[in-house]
């Protein structure tokens, strides 16, 4: 695997390379460090009610005392979390799906029907909206007045991995408890699929403008506002149609197979069609993916570098878009101790979003973040792999270096003496999963 060959080599200072197990070292500490078994208690928050154990997004318990679904998801693909477990997540997500009627909350919130919950609270209440917690209050508004559109994709995903770990598809043909009745893990699977708007002639997810109807593109995102199609909840969509052909393969339903099949090919081709831009004139030169066609049409790098490592772009697309980041990397300020700022530093495409919630440097508009630093590595190693090599050995370096002061942080900028929630899971799960996969 290309892992194996990015950690394999010597920097030029001979101080020698980092084992990809000192990751999965640090990425099992702090996930076993976020789990919360039934009955368990977070302080100030109250015990896991939940019947099934849980892992909330950073060992420090209390800084997101609820079960992220995303931030979950996010944990899997490296075997750091037994198959039951997993199950047990499943079976808690599809406990607070929506019904076929959708809610109405107030504030003129809506959840359209079968939507999957942003968070659940330990008391196994569902929180359909960043910053919402327990009781009829799911905000005004702020992040949307629909649901994040990447939860139901992530679900999806959980349920994939089950698969993949057991080699059985029990639980995807098994029955569940839903708020709507019981069900099979299948239907729950195929209505929270389609819970999610998609533009009927793309297939891509897309967000609206009109006030009542906005929503955030996916979680890593919340704070900021875009609209029209958007880049990486369409990478997600495409994904779980892919998800959901293996296991619909696995259990023997053809028909439903291919017809997920049809979709993802759908999602595939519109998206260079729609995101991609050309980087210059020069022929084999680099490009760029946006993150959305309205509000928020920037140089979408973490997007960017998913997109590679998935491997939904066609060759020349991709080979533009790895040069691109290549680019990035090499001229600084886009990679910073290993760690990956959402935008570009600089250029009409980059610096700061046109509408977010943070302030500038900080959190999601311009920290640097390890959430998606596996994927950049991935990227560049098809370009380049001692660049590769340097920027995981970087951030090896950093984890080490700041391990006894929170490290993995969810997100830091030294200049601001900006270092926001240790000890965050995503910061050290994903990158793993990512290279190990």
């Known amino acids: 695997m290309m892992a194996a060959a990015l950690v394999g080599s010597r920097s030029a200072a001979g101080s020698g390379a980092w084992e990809l197990g000192e990751l999965e070292r640090m990425a099992s500490e702090v996930s076993l460090g976020s789990r ?178 906005t929503r955030v593109d996916w979680g890593f995102c919340d704070t900021v506002r875009k609209t029209g199609l958007c880049l990486m909840p369409s990478l997600l969509r495409w994904r779980a149609a892919r998800d959901l052909v293996a296991l619909h393969r696995a259990a023997g339903s053809a028909a439903r197979s291919a017809g997920y099949s049809r979709e993802a090919s759908r999602v595939r081709e519109a998206i260079p069609r729609t995101f991609y831009q050309s980087v210059g004139t020069a022929p084999g030169g680099e490009g760029l993916l946006l993150s959305a066609t309205g509000v928020g049409r920037k140089d979408d790098v973490w997007a960017s570098a998913f997109a590679v490592t ?67 590595v991935s990227a560049l190693g098809r370009v380049d792999r001692a660049a590769a090599a340097q920027m995981l050995r970087d951030y090896l370096t950093h984890l080490k270096a700041k391990r006894a002061e929170g490290a993995p942080w969810e997100c830091i900028n030294p200049s601001k003496a900006h270092y926001q929630n240790p000890r965050y899971s995503a910061s050290v799960c994903l990158p793993l999963a990512a290279l190990k996969g």
């Open 36 to 213: 919360v078994a039934p009955g368990a208690e977070i302080p100030g928050v109250g015990p896991n009610e939940t019947g099934y154990a849980l892992r909330v997004p950073g060992a420090t318990l209390t800084f997101y005392p609820a079960f992220w679904v995303r931030d979950a998801a996010m944990m899997l693909g490296a075997g750091l979390v037994p198959t039951q477990e997993v199950a047990g997540w499943v079976r808690v997500v599809a406990s607070t799906q929506a019904g076929p009627e959708g809610i109405r909350l107030a504030n003129g919130l809506s959840i359209p029907p079968y939507s999957i919950p942003d968070h659940i609270t330990l008391h196994g209440s569902p929180c359909w909206y960043p910053g919402a917690y327990d009781g009829p209050n799911q905000g005004d508004g702020t992040f949307g007045f629909l649901p994040p559109a990447d939860d139901a994709f992530f679900f999806i995903g959980m349920v994939r991995e089950h698969l993949r770990l057991t080699g059985r598809p029990t639980l995807f043909r098994g029955p569940v408890r839903t708020p709507w009745g019981e069900a099979t893990v299948a239907e729950v699977c195929e209505h929270a699929f389609d819970s999610v708007a998609a533009d009927p002639q793309t297939g891509l997810v897309t967000c609206e403008a009109g006030r009542g109807r």
């Open 310 to 376: 998935l491997g939904v772009l066609p060759r020349d697309v991709e080979r533009a878009v790895t040069k691109h980041l290549l680019t990035l990397y090499r001229a600084g300020g886009t990679v910073l101790e290993g760690q990956v700022r959402h935008l570009p530093p600089t250029g009409s495409l980059g610096g700061y979003w046109e509408d977010c919630r943070a302030a500038r440097d900080t959190y999601q508009n311009g920290a640097y973040w390890g959430t998606p630093t596996g994927w950049f």
